[in-house]
Protein backbone atom coordinates (compact mmCIF):
# COMPACT_ATOMS: atom_id res chain seq x y z
CA UNK A 1 0.00 0.00 0.00
CA UNK A 2 0.99 3.41 -0.71
CA UNK A 3 2.18 5.35 2.17
CA UNK A 4 0.22 8.95 2.85
CA UNK A 5 1.56 9.89 5.58
CA UNK A 6 4.12 12.53 4.52
CA UNK A 7 6.89 11.94 7.09
CA UNK A 8 6.88 8.02 6.87
CA UNK A 9 6.94 8.62 3.37
CA UNK A 10 9.92 10.42 3.76
CA UNK A 11 11.59 8.31 5.90
CA UNK A 12 11.50 5.10 4.22
CA UNK A 13 12.75 7.62 0.79
CA UNK A 14 15.44 8.62 3.32
CA UNK A 15 16.48 4.40 3.86
CA UNK A 16 16.09 4.70 0.21
CA UNK A 17 19.09 7.59 0.36
CA UNK A 18 21.42 5.60 2.11
CA UNK A 19 21.03 2.71 0.49
CA UNK A 20 21.66 3.98 -3.13
CA UNK A 21 24.64 5.78 -1.86
CA UNK A 22 26.31 2.94 -0.54
CA UNK A 23 26.12 0.79 -3.93
CA UNK A 24 26.83 3.71 -5.93
CA UNK A 25 23.27 4.24 -7.45
CA UNK A 26 23.85 8.10 -6.93
CA UNK A 27 21.12 9.63 -9.47
CA UNK A 28 18.51 7.41 -7.58
CA UNK A 29 19.75 8.35 -4.33
CA UNK A 30 19.27 11.86 -5.11
CA UNK A 31 15.80 11.50 -6.51
CA UNK A 32 14.53 9.34 -3.81
CA UNK A 33 16.39 12.51 -1.84
CA UNK A 34 14.22 15.23 -4.07
CA UNK A 35 11.12 13.71 -3.12
CA UNK A 36 11.53 13.36 0.50
CA UNK A 37 12.08 16.80 0.70
CA UNK A 38 9.50 17.94 -1.26
CA UNK A 39 7.06 15.75 1.02
CA UNK A 40 8.08 17.88 3.88
CA UNK A 41 7.63 21.50 2.51
CA UNK A 42 11.39 21.97 1.24
CA UNK A 43 12.87 22.47 -2.11
CA UNK A 44 15.88 21.01 -3.55
CA UNK A 45 15.88 22.70 -7.72
CA UNK A 46 17.03 20.73 -10.48
CA UNK A 47 18.38 23.54 -12.55
CA UNK A 48 20.08 26.82 -12.52
CA UNK A 49 21.86 25.66 -9.41
CA UNK A 50 24.96 28.54 -9.39
CA UNK A 51 21.89 30.98 -9.17
CA UNK A 52 19.80 29.19 -6.42
CA UNK A 53 23.27 28.63 -4.33
CA UNK A 54 24.18 32.40 -4.38
CA UNK A 55 21.10 32.70 -2.82
CA UNK A 56 21.64 30.46 -0.04
CA UNK A 57 25.20 31.63 0.63
CA UNK A 58 23.56 34.99 1.01
CA UNK A 59 20.78 34.07 3.65
CA UNK A 60 23.46 32.17 5.56
CA UNK A 61 24.66 35.27 6.35
CA UNK A 62 21.32 36.95 6.73
CA UNK A 63 20.03 34.34 9.39
CA UNK A 64 23.60 34.08 11.81
CA UNK A 65 22.66 37.79 12.47
CA UNK A 66 26.33 38.21 13.78
CA UNK A 67 25.84 35.53 16.32
CA UNK A 68 29.14 34.16 17.08
CA UNK A 69 29.76 30.20 16.73
CA UNK A 70 29.23 29.72 20.55
CA UNK A 71 26.04 30.95 20.70
CA UNK A 72 25.22 28.72 17.28
CA UNK A 73 25.72 25.83 19.30
CA UNK A 74 23.84 26.89 22.22
CA UNK A 75 20.43 27.48 20.21
CA UNK A 76 17.38 26.03 21.21
CA UNK A 77 16.04 23.01 19.40
CA UNK A 78 13.06 22.76 16.84
CA UNK A 79 10.11 22.14 17.70
CA UNK A 80 8.61 20.60 14.22
CA UNK A 81 9.57 16.96 13.37
CA UNK A 82 9.44 18.13 9.93
CA UNK A 83 12.84 20.37 10.17
CA UNK A 84 14.37 17.53 11.93
CA UNK A 85 13.74 14.90 8.77
CA UNK A 86 14.26 17.45 6.52
CA UNK A 87 17.91 18.10 7.97
CA UNK A 88 18.17 14.24 7.98
CA UNK A 89 17.22 13.61 4.84
CA UNK A 90 19.27 16.33 3.73
CA UNK A 91 21.88 15.10 5.52
CA UNK A 92 21.96 11.49 3.76
CA UNK A 93 22.00 13.06 0.69
CA UNK A 94 25.35 14.70 1.10
CA UNK A 95 27.53 12.37 -0.20
CA UNK A 96 25.32 11.41 -3.25
CA UNK A 97 25.31 14.83 -3.92
CA UNK A 98 29.37 15.52 -3.46
CA UNK A 99 30.16 12.39 -5.62
CA UNK A 100 27.77 13.72 -8.39
CA UNK A 101 27.65 17.52 -8.76
CA UNK A 102 29.92 19.95 -6.76
CA UNK A 103 27.29 23.37 -7.14
CA UNK A 104 23.87 20.27 -6.50
CA UNK A 105 26.09 19.16 -3.05
CA UNK A 106 27.22 23.04 -1.92
CA UNK A 107 23.31 23.77 -2.29
CA UNK A 108 22.79 20.98 -0.21
CA UNK A 109 24.76 21.83 2.73
CA UNK A 110 23.56 25.49 2.49
CA UNK A 111 19.75 23.79 2.88
CA UNK A 112 21.02 22.23 5.74
CA UNK A 113 22.61 25.04 7.33
CA UNK A 114 20.09 27.83 6.56
CA UNK A 115 17.48 25.48 8.58
CA UNK A 116 19.60 24.89 11.16
CA UNK A 117 19.95 28.76 11.82
CA UNK A 118 16.56 29.76 11.23
CA UNK A 119 14.88 26.76 13.28
CA UNK A 120 17.75 25.76 15.84
CA UNK A 121 19.89 23.00 15.83
CA UNK A 122 19.62 19.25 16.29
CA UNK A 123 21.95 16.32 16.08
CA UNK A 124 21.96 16.83 12.33
CA UNK A 125 22.99 19.97 12.09
CA UNK A 126 26.53 18.64 12.62
CA UNK A 127 27.06 17.27 9.74
CA UNK A 128 25.89 20.74 7.85
CA UNK A 129 27.89 22.88 9.67
CA UNK A 130 30.81 20.63 9.17
CA UNK A 131 30.43 20.43 5.56
CA UNK A 132 29.91 24.24 5.36
CA UNK A 133 33.71 23.89 5.80
CA UNK A 134 34.10 22.31 2.69
CA UNK A 135 32.09 25.09 1.00
CA UNK A 136 33.46 27.63 2.60
CA UNK A 137 36.86 26.58 1.44
CA UNK A 138 35.87 26.31 -2.53
CA UNK A 139 35.77 30.13 -2.13
CA UNK A 140 39.15 30.20 -0.16
CA UNK A 141 37.38 30.95 3.52
CA UNK A 142 39.64 28.43 4.50
CA UNK A 143 39.65 29.85 8.35
CA UNK A 144 35.49 30.92 8.20
CA UNK A 145 35.26 27.10 6.89
CA UNK A 146 37.22 26.11 10.04
CA UNK A 147 35.33 27.83 12.28
CA UNK A 148 32.00 25.68 11.15
CA UNK A 149 33.84 22.41 10.84
CA UNK A 150 34.67 22.76 14.62
CA UNK A 151 30.84 24.09 15.14
CA UNK A 152 30.03 20.57 13.64
CA UNK A 153 31.66 18.98 16.11
CA UNK A 154 30.47 20.85 19.16
CA UNK A 155 27.34 20.23 18.35
CA UNK A 156 27.95 16.09 17.73
CA UNK A 157 28.82 16.61 21.35
CA UNK A 158 26.34 18.72 22.89
CA UNK A 159 23.36 15.67 21.62
CA UNK A 160 25.65 12.96 21.80
CA UNK A 161 25.50 11.91 19.12
CA UNK A 162 28.63 9.65 17.67
CA UNK A 163 26.85 9.10 13.85
CA UNK A 164 26.94 12.86 13.62
CA UNK A 165 30.54 13.07 15.40
CA UNK A 166 31.99 10.39 13.20
CA UNK A 167 30.58 12.62 10.08
CA UNK A 168 31.59 15.73 11.34
CA UNK A 169 35.53 14.61 12.26
CA UNK A 170 35.36 13.05 8.45
CA UNK A 171 34.50 16.33 6.82
CA UNK A 172 37.20 18.08 9.25
CA UNK A 173 40.39 15.58 8.54
CA UNK A 174 40.00 14.91 4.92
CA UNK A 175 37.77 18.35 3.11
CA UNK A 176 38.84 21.03 5.91
CA UNK A 177 41.58 20.74 8.01
CA UNK A 178 44.78 20.05 5.58
CA UNK A 179 43.95 23.36 3.87
CA UNK A 180 44.46 25.54 6.98
CA UNK A 181 46.69 23.23 9.24
CA UNK A 182 49.48 20.17 9.16
CA UNK A 183 48.35 17.59 7.12
CA UNK A 184 49.78 15.24 9.49
CA UNK A 185 46.92 15.93 11.79
CA UNK A 186 44.22 14.45 10.09
CA UNK A 187 45.12 11.02 11.16
CA UNK A 188 43.84 11.92 14.89
CA UNK A 189 40.15 12.93 13.38
CA UNK A 190 40.13 10.58 11.00
CA UNK A 191 40.61 7.95 14.08
CA UNK A 192 37.95 9.37 16.34
CA UNK A 193 35.85 9.87 13.23
CA UNK A 194 36.10 6.34 13.03
CA UNK A 195 35.66 4.94 16.27
CA UNK A 196 32.47 7.51 17.02
CA UNK A 197 31.00 5.91 13.67
CA UNK A 198 31.77 2.59 14.48
CA UNK A 199 30.10 2.57 17.55
CA UNK A 200 27.34 4.07 16.20
CA UNK A 201 26.84 1.57 13.22
CA UNK A 202 27.75 4.28 10.53
CA UNK A 203 29.53 1.89 8.60
CA UNK A 204 29.46 3.77 5.18
CA UNK A 205 30.93 6.89 6.69
CA UNK A 206 33.55 4.74 8.57
CA UNK A 207 34.71 3.06 4.97
CA UNK A 208 35.07 6.97 3.25
CA UNK A 209 37.21 7.22 6.34
CA UNK A 210 39.22 4.67 5.14
CA UNK A 211 39.74 5.72 2.07
CA UNK A 212 40.45 9.13 2.39
CA UNK A 213 43.34 8.55 5.23
CA UNK A 214 45.19 6.69 2.33
CA UNK A 215 45.43 9.71 -0.05
CA UNK A 216 45.83 12.43 3.13
CA UNK A 217 48.89 9.72 4.12
CA UNK A 218 50.09 9.65 0.40
CA UNK A 219 50.22 13.42 0.00
CA UNK A 220 51.87 13.56 3.66
CA UNK A 221 54.81 11.28 2.16
CA UNK A 222 54.41 8.75 4.46
CA UNK A 223 56.47 5.50 3.79
CA UNK A 224 54.74 3.34 1.09
CA UNK A 225 54.87 0.00 2.79
CA UNK A 226 52.45 1.48 5.19
CA UNK A 227 49.90 2.93 3.06
CA UNK A 228 49.58 -0.37 1.50
CA UNK A 229 49.31 -2.38 4.94
CA UNK A 230 46.92 0.43 5.63
CA UNK A 231 44.90 0.00 2.11
CA UNK A 232 44.48 -3.89 2.47
CA UNK A 233 42.65 -3.36 5.84
CA UNK A 234 40.50 -0.56 4.38
CA UNK A 235 39.87 -2.32 0.98
CA UNK A 236 38.39 -5.33 3.00
CA UNK A 237 36.39 -3.23 5.26
CA UNK A 238 34.57 -1.51 2.49
CA UNK A 239 33.82 -4.94 0.60
CA UNK A 240 32.80 -6.56 3.49
CA UNK A 241 30.03 -3.38 3.84
CA UNK A 242 29.35 -2.77 -0.09
CA UNK A 243 31.09 0.40 -0.42
CA UNK A 244 31.63 0.51 -3.55
CA UNK A 245 33.17 4.00 -3.53
CA UNK A 246 35.76 3.08 -0.99
CA UNK A 247 36.06 -0.12 -3.38
CA UNK A 248 37.00 1.86 -6.21
CA UNK A 249 39.24 4.36 -4.44
CA UNK A 250 41.14 2.21 -2.18
CA UNK A 251 41.47 0.12 -4.98
CA UNK A 252 43.30 3.26 -7.28
CA UNK A 253 45.74 4.18 -5.15
CA UNK A 254 47.01 0.55 -4.67
CA UNK A 255 47.70 0.60 -7.98
CA UNK A 256 49.92 3.94 -8.04
CA UNK A 257 51.41 2.45 -4.66
CA UNK A 258 52.56 -0.56 -6.71
CA UNK A 259 53.30 1.46 -9.60
CA UNK A 260 56.20 3.39 -7.69
CA UNK A 261 57.46 0.02 -6.60
CA UNK A 262 57.42 -1.05 -9.76
CA UNK A 263 55.38 -4.07 -9.34
CA UNK A 264 52.17 -2.37 -11.23
CA UNK A 265 51.43 -3.69 -15.06
CA UNK A 266 49.65 -0.93 -17.70
CA UNK A 267 47.22 -3.60 -18.27
CA UNK A 268 45.94 -3.06 -14.55
CA UNK A 269 45.45 0.67 -15.21
CA UNK A 270 43.59 0.35 -18.07
CA UNK A 271 41.18 -2.38 -16.75
CA UNK A 272 41.03 0.19 -13.26
CA UNK A 273 40.43 2.99 -15.42
CA UNK A 274 37.91 1.55 -17.75
CA UNK A 275 35.77 -0.29 -14.49
CA UNK A 276 35.68 3.43 -13.20
CA UNK A 277 34.35 5.02 -16.05
CA UNK A 278 32.07 2.11 -16.82
CA UNK A 279 30.21 2.34 -13.42
CA UNK A 280 30.49 6.41 -13.77
CA UNK A 281 32.96 6.73 -10.81
CA UNK A 282 33.83 9.99 -11.63
CA UNK A 283 34.94 10.07 -7.68
CA UNK A 284 37.62 7.11 -7.53
CA UNK A 285 38.96 7.96 -11.21
CA UNK A 286 39.52 11.54 -9.93
CA UNK A 287 41.58 10.50 -7.05
CA UNK A 288 43.50 7.67 -8.54
CA UNK A 289 44.42 10.26 -11.90
CA UNK A 290 46.02 12.38 -9.16
CA UNK A 291 48.03 10.22 -7.77
CA UNK A 292 49.05 8.06 -10.68
CA UNK A 293 50.31 11.36 -12.10
CA UNK A 294 52.68 11.96 -9.53
CA UNK A 295 53.80 8.48 -9.84
CA UNK A 296 54.41 8.96 -13.60
CA UNK A 297 56.19 12.46 -12.60
CA UNK A 298 58.64 10.30 -10.17
CA UNK A 299 59.20 7.79 -12.98
CA UNK A 300 60.59 10.16 -15.01
CA UNK A 301 57.50 10.34 -17.34
CA UNK A 302 56.19 13.72 -17.53
CA UNK A 303 54.05 13.68 -21.02
CA UNK A 304 52.35 10.51 -19.36
CA UNK A 305 52.14 12.82 -16.09
CA UNK A 306 50.65 15.84 -17.65
CA UNK A 307 48.05 13.54 -19.51
CA UNK A 308 47.25 12.26 -16.73
CA UNK A 309 46.29 15.59 -15.59
CA UNK A 310 44.78 16.45 -18.14
CA UNK A 311 42.28 13.72 -17.88
CA UNK A 312 41.21 14.59 -14.37
CA UNK A 313 40.79 18.61 -14.81
CA UNK A 314 37.57 18.01 -15.94
CA UNK A 315 36.44 15.98 -13.10
CA UNK A 316 38.58 17.65 -10.26
CA UNK A 317 35.23 19.42 -9.08
CA UNK A 318 33.75 16.06 -7.94
CA UNK A 319 36.66 15.81 -5.42
CA UNK A 320 36.39 19.59 -3.82
CA UNK A 321 37.86 20.00 -0.87
CA UNK A 322 40.17 17.16 -0.78
CA UNK A 323 44.11 17.47 -0.66
CA UNK A 324 45.12 15.71 -3.97
CA UNK A 325 43.41 18.94 -5.51
CA UNK A 326 46.91 20.11 -4.21
CA UNK A 327 48.97 17.11 -5.97
CA UNK A 328 47.33 17.80 -8.90
CA UNK A 329 48.55 21.37 -8.94
CA UNK A 330 51.88 20.38 -8.36
CA UNK A 331 52.35 17.70 -10.87
CA UNK A 332 50.60 19.44 -13.93
CA UNK A 333 53.33 22.21 -13.30
CA UNK A 334 56.17 20.19 -13.00
CA UNK A 335 55.28 18.23 -15.74
CA UNK A 336 54.72 21.28 -18.11
CA UNK A 337 58.16 22.63 -17.23
CA UNK A 338 59.52 19.27 -17.94
CA UNK A 339 58.32 19.72 -21.42
CA UNK A 340 58.54 23.31 -22.07
CA UNK A 341 62.20 23.22 -23.87
CA UNK A 342 60.64 20.81 -26.73
CA UNK A 343 57.64 22.57 -26.78
CA UNK A 344 56.32 24.67 -30.17
CA UNK A 345 55.69 28.15 -30.31
CA UNK A 346 52.05 27.53 -29.85
CA UNK A 347 52.22 24.57 -27.27
CA UNK A 348 54.74 26.37 -25.60
CA UNK A 349 52.11 29.55 -24.21
CA UNK A 350 49.81 27.18 -23.18
CA UNK A 351 52.02 25.54 -20.71
CA UNK A 352 53.01 29.16 -19.44
CA UNK A 353 50.16 29.78 -18.90
CA UNK A 354 48.72 26.58 -16.85
CA UNK A 355 51.92 26.87 -14.90
CA UNK A 356 51.42 30.72 -13.68
CA UNK A 357 47.47 29.78 -13.01
CA UNK A 358 48.74 27.00 -11.22
CA UNK A 359 51.52 29.03 -9.13
CA UNK A 360 48.86 31.61 -8.35
CA UNK A 361 46.71 29.31 -6.66
CA UNK A 362 49.29 27.35 -4.97
CA UNK A 363 50.43 30.58 -3.52
CA UNK A 364 47.53 31.18 -2.22
CA UNK A 365 47.61 27.82 -0.72
CA UNK A 366 50.63 27.97 0.76
CA UNK A 367 49.45 31.60 2.53
CA UNK A 368 46.54 29.91 3.96
CA UNK A 369 48.49 26.89 4.82
CA UNK A 370 52.65 27.33 4.98
CA UNK A 371 53.18 23.87 6.51
CA UNK A 372 51.58 21.58 4.04
CA UNK A 373 52.08 24.04 0.63
CA UNK A 374 55.49 26.06 1.25
CA UNK A 375 57.62 23.32 -0.41
CA UNK A 376 55.79 22.69 -2.81
CA UNK A 377 55.48 26.26 -4.48
CA UNK A 378 59.50 26.71 -3.74
CA UNK A 379 59.81 23.52 -6.09
CA UNK A 380 57.95 24.43 -8.54
CA UNK A 381 59.68 27.99 -8.55
CA UNK A 382 63.06 26.23 -8.48
CA UNK A 383 61.61 24.44 -11.82
CA UNK A 384 60.81 27.87 -13.19
CA UNK A 385 63.99 29.70 -12.39
CA UNK A 386 66.37 26.69 -13.66
CA UNK A 387 64.01 26.66 -16.97
CA UNK A 388 64.73 30.24 -17.30
CA UNK A 389 68.53 30.20 -16.83
CA UNK A 390 68.98 31.59 -13.27
CA UNK A 391 71.40 28.50 -11.55
CA UNK A 392 72.04 29.77 -8.29
CA UNK A 393 67.95 31.27 -7.36
CA UNK A 394 66.79 27.61 -8.46
CA UNK A 395 69.45 26.04 -5.84
CA UNK A 396 68.19 28.32 -3.18
CA UNK A 397 64.81 27.54 -3.90
CA UNK A 398 65.33 23.88 -4.01
CA UNK A 399 66.94 23.96 -0.97
CA UNK A 400 64.39 25.69 0.98
CA UNK A 401 61.59 23.30 -0.58
CA UNK A 402 63.75 20.31 0.97
CA UNK A 403 64.32 21.49 3.94
CA UNK A 404 60.73 22.73 4.66
CA UNK A 405 59.47 19.53 3.06
CA UNK A 406 61.80 17.66 5.42
CA UNK A 407 60.41 19.64 8.80
CA UNK A 408 57.17 18.34 7.75
CA UNK A 409 58.45 14.32 6.69
CA UNK A 410 57.59 14.92 2.87
CA UNK A 411 59.72 12.69 1.76
CA UNK A 412 58.51 12.82 -2.00
CA UNK A 413 59.00 16.43 -2.03
CA UNK A 414 62.81 16.67 -0.55
CA UNK A 415 63.40 13.74 -3.00
CA UNK A 416 62.17 16.03 -6.16
CA UNK A 417 63.86 18.94 -4.89
CA UNK A 418 67.09 17.28 -4.62
CA UNK A 419 67.19 15.55 -7.61
CA UNK A 420 66.36 18.78 -9.83
CA UNK A 421 69.08 20.46 -7.53
CA UNK A 422 71.69 17.70 -8.51
CA UNK A 423 70.54 18.54 -11.99
CA UNK A 424 71.27 21.88 -11.95
CA UNK A 425 74.37 21.45 -10.72
CA UNK A 426 75.52 18.98 -13.05
CA UNK A 427 74.62 21.63 -15.87
CA UNK A 428 77.20 24.07 -13.98
CA UNK A 429 79.62 21.22 -14.58
CA UNK A 430 80.00 20.31 -10.66
CA UNK A 431 79.40 16.57 -10.59
CA UNK A 432 80.91 16.50 -6.72
CA UNK A 433 78.38 18.59 -5.78
CA UNK A 434 75.84 17.12 -8.01
CA UNK A 435 76.71 13.64 -6.55
CA UNK A 436 75.55 14.48 -3.04
CA UNK A 437 72.21 15.70 -4.13
CA UNK A 438 72.18 12.77 -5.98
CA UNK A 439 72.47 10.90 -2.84
CA UNK A 440 70.55 12.66 -0.40
CA UNK A 441 67.31 12.46 -3.95
CA UNK A 442 67.99 8.41 -3.85
CA UNK A 443 67.99 7.95 0.08
CA UNK A 444 64.39 9.81 0.10
CA UNK A 445 62.93 7.94 -2.33
CA UNK A 446 64.29 5.02 -1.12
CA UNK A 447 62.84 5.74 2.78
CA UNK A 448 59.57 6.38 0.92
CA UNK A 449 59.66 3.31 -0.65
CA UNK A 450 59.72 4.25 -4.49
CA UNK A 451 62.39 1.72 -5.53
CA UNK A 452 60.99 2.87 -9.40
CA UNK A 453 62.96 6.42 -8.63
CA UNK A 454 65.71 5.11 -6.97
CA UNK A 455 67.64 2.72 -9.91
CA UNK A 456 67.85 5.58 -11.78
CA UNK A 457 69.15 8.46 -9.36
CA UNK A 458 71.84 5.59 -8.41
CA UNK A 459 73.09 5.40 -11.91
CA UNK A 460 72.58 8.84 -12.73
CA UNK A 461 74.97 9.81 -9.74
CA UNK A 462 77.47 7.11 -10.54
CA UNK A 463 77.58 9.19 -13.47
CA UNK A 464 78.24 12.55 -12.55
CA UNK A 465 80.93 11.19 -9.76
CA UNK A 466 84.43 11.86 -10.51
CA UNK A 467 86.61 9.16 -10.97
CA UNK A 468 87.50 7.17 -7.89
CA UNK A 469 84.33 8.88 -5.62
CA UNK A 470 82.83 5.32 -5.54
CA UNK A 471 78.93 4.61 -5.66
CA UNK A 472 76.27 7.73 -3.97
CA UNK A 473 74.84 4.59 -2.27
CA UNK A 474 77.44 4.72 0.58
CA UNK A 475 78.65 7.62 3.00
CA UNK A 476 81.27 9.13 0.77
CA UNK A 477 83.39 11.63 2.51
CA UNK A 478 85.92 12.31 -0.31
CA UNK A 479 83.36 13.81 -2.07
CA UNK A 480 82.49 16.36 0.13
CA UNK A 481 86.18 17.44 0.23
CA UNK A 482 85.65 17.18 -3.22
CA UNK A 483 82.36 19.65 -3.42
CA UNK A 484 84.10 21.88 -1.32
CA UNK A 485 87.00 22.61 -3.45
CA UNK A 486 84.83 22.89 -6.27
CA UNK A 487 82.60 25.95 -4.99
CA UNK A 488 83.90 29.32 -6.07
CA UNK A 489 82.40 32.52 -4.41
CA UNK A 490 81.98 32.88 -0.58
CA UNK A 491 77.66 33.22 -0.84
CA UNK A 492 77.54 29.91 -2.61
CA UNK A 493 80.28 28.62 -0.76
CA UNK A 494 78.67 29.52 2.84
CA UNK A 495 74.80 28.17 1.72
CA UNK A 496 76.65 25.22 0.39
CA UNK A 497 79.00 23.35 2.49
CA UNK A 498 76.17 23.08 5.19
CA UNK A 499 74.24 21.68 3.03
CA UNK A 500 76.46 19.01 1.98
CA UNK A 501 77.05 18.59 5.27
CA UNK A 502 73.48 18.21 6.25
CA UNK A 503 73.46 15.18 3.47
CA UNK A 504 76.36 13.11 4.79
CA UNK A 505 75.04 13.10 8.26
CA UNK A 506 71.67 12.65 7.60
CA UNK A 507 72.38 9.46 5.47
CA UNK A 508 74.86 8.23 7.85
CA UNK A 509 72.66 9.09 10.86
CA UNK A 510 74.11 11.54 12.87
CA UNK A 511 73.21 14.43 15.30
CA UNK A 512 75.82 16.30 14.99
CA UNK A 513 78.84 16.83 12.02
CA UNK A 514 81.73 19.18 11.47
CA UNK A 515 83.77 19.25 8.28
CA UNK A 516 87.25 19.54 10.06
CA UNK A 517 90.24 21.38 7.20
CA UNK A 518 94.02 21.57 7.67
CA UNK A 519 94.79 25.08 7.04
CA UNK A 520 98.67 25.00 7.98
CA UNK A 521 98.64 26.41 11.24
CA UNK A 522 95.83 24.51 12.81
CA UNK A 523 92.71 22.67 11.79
CA UNK A 524 89.67 24.35 12.28
CA UNK A 525 86.32 23.93 11.83
CA UNK A 526 85.24 24.67 8.01
CA UNK A 527 81.43 23.92 8.52
CA UNK A 528 79.23 22.89 11.24
CA UNK A 529 75.71 20.99 11.14
CA UNK A 530 73.44 20.15 14.40
CA UNK A 531 70.31 21.22 15.88
CA UNK A 532 70.01 24.81 15.18
CA UNK A 533 73.06 25.10 13.43
CA UNK A 534 74.41 25.35 10.26
CA UNK A 535 77.05 27.56 8.86
CA UNK A 536 80.88 27.95 8.19
CA UNK A 537 82.35 30.14 10.40
CA UNK A 538 85.98 29.02 10.58
CA UNK A 539 87.06 28.36 13.96
CA UNK A 540 89.34 26.40 16.20
CA UNK A 541 88.26 23.03 16.89
CA UNK A 542 88.47 23.50 20.78
CA UNK A 543 86.01 26.64 20.19
CA UNK A 544 83.18 23.88 19.25
CA UNK A 545 82.25 22.45 22.69
CA UNK A 546 80.80 18.96 20.66
CA UNK A 547 83.92 17.66 18.91
CA UNK A 548 85.89 16.06 20.53
CA UNK A 549 89.66 17.73 20.12
CA UNK A 550 91.92 14.67 20.85
CA UNK A 551 89.97 12.20 18.56
CA UNK A 552 90.10 14.33 15.55
CA UNK A 553 93.88 14.94 16.12
CA UNK A 554 94.01 11.53 16.59
CA UNK A 555 92.53 10.66 13.44
CA UNK A 556 94.18 13.38 11.28
CA UNK A 557 97.65 12.40 12.67
CA UNK A 558 97.07 8.46 11.86
CA UNK A 559 95.37 8.89 9.03
CA UNK A 560 93.35 5.97 10.63
CA UNK A 561 89.11 5.88 11.15
CA UNK A 562 87.74 6.26 14.60
CA UNK A 563 84.37 4.14 14.72
CA UNK A 564 82.83 4.31 18.26
CA UNK A 565 79.45 2.59 19.09
CA UNK A 566 79.38 3.24 22.77
CA UNK A 567 81.87 6.45 23.32
CA UNK A 568 80.97 7.14 26.78
CA UNK A 569 80.82 3.40 28.05
CA UNK A 570 83.49 1.27 26.30
CA UNK A 571 86.76 1.75 23.86
CA UNK A 572 89.86 3.70 24.25
CA UNK A 573 88.73 7.23 24.64
CA UNK A 574 85.85 6.65 27.14
CA UNK A 575 88.23 9.35 29.09
CA UNK A 576 87.89 12.15 26.85
CA UNK A 577 86.73 15.17 28.33
CA UNK A 578 83.86 16.02 25.42
CA UNK A 579 82.82 12.57 25.46
CA UNK A 580 82.06 12.24 29.31
CA UNK A 581 80.89 15.24 29.15
CA UNK A 582 78.25 15.27 26.33
CA UNK A 583 78.10 11.22 27.08
CA UNK A 584 78.56 10.91 23.45
CA UNK A 585 77.36 7.56 22.24
CA UNK A 586 78.01 7.35 18.53
CA UNK A 587 81.02 8.70 16.89
CA UNK A 588 83.09 8.70 13.65
CA UNK A 589 86.42 10.49 12.62
CA UNK A 590 87.08 10.03 9.24
CA UNK A 591 90.23 11.09 8.20
CA UNK A 592 89.94 13.10 4.35
CA UNK A 593 92.58 12.26 2.00
CA UNK A 594 93.78 13.47 -0.84
CA UNK A 595 96.46 12.61 -3.24
CA UNK A 596 98.38 10.79 -0.32
CA UNK A 597 97.61 13.17 2.27
CA UNK A 598 95.80 13.74 5.13
CA UNK A 599 93.92 16.92 4.48
CA UNK A 600 90.77 16.88 7.34
CA UNK A 601 88.61 14.75 9.38
CA UNK A 602 85.00 14.67 9.21
CA UNK A 603 83.64 14.15 12.51
CA UNK A 604 79.94 12.71 13.05
CA UNK A 605 78.25 12.23 16.36
CA UNK A 606 75.27 10.64 17.55
CA UNK A 607 74.84 11.47 21.73
CA UNK A 608 71.33 10.10 21.88
CA UNK A 609 71.93 6.38 20.38
CA UNK A 610 74.37 3.87 19.94
CA UNK A 611 75.65 1.86 17.26
CA UNK A 612 74.79 4.34 14.46
CA UNK A 613 78.26 4.44 12.58
CA UNK A 614 79.73 0.80 11.49
CA UNK A 615 83.25 -0.05 10.70
CA UNK A 616 81.73 -0.91 7.05
Not at 186 to 196: I, K, L, M, V, W
Not at 433 to 441: D, F, I, K, S, T
Request: proline share 4%; aromatic share 6%.
Amino acid sequence: PRLTDPLQRATLLDQLVVLGTAEGHFADAIRWGREALSGLGVALPEDQLREHLAEELAAIERNRAGRSFEALAAAATPTDPRTTLALRVLVDLDSASYLSDPDLYALVVCKMVNLSLCHGPVSESAKGYASLGIVFGSLGRYEEGLGYNQLGIALSERFGDKGQECRACHTLANHVLSWVRPVRGTDAFNERGYQAGYFASEILWCGFIQLFKLYNRFFAGTPIREILEASREGLEFCRRTGNQPGIDSITGIQLTLRSLTGAARQEDHEAFVASCREREGAFALALYLCVQAEAELIAGRPEAALELCEQATPILPGVVGVIVIAGHNLVQSLAAIDLLPAADATRRGVLEALVERNQEQLRRWADSCPANFQSRWLLVEGARADLSGRPLVATRQFDQASDLAGAEGFLQIVAQANERQAKVWRSLEKPEVAALYQLRAATAFTRWGASVATPELERAGADSAPEGLGAISSLDVESLLRASRAISGELVRARLLPQMLNILAETAGAEWGFLILDHGADLEVEASWGPGVRSVQRVATRDRPQVAEGIVRYAFRTAKEVVLSDACSEGPFVEDPCVTQRRIRSLLATPLVAHGEVRGVLYLTNELVAGVFSED
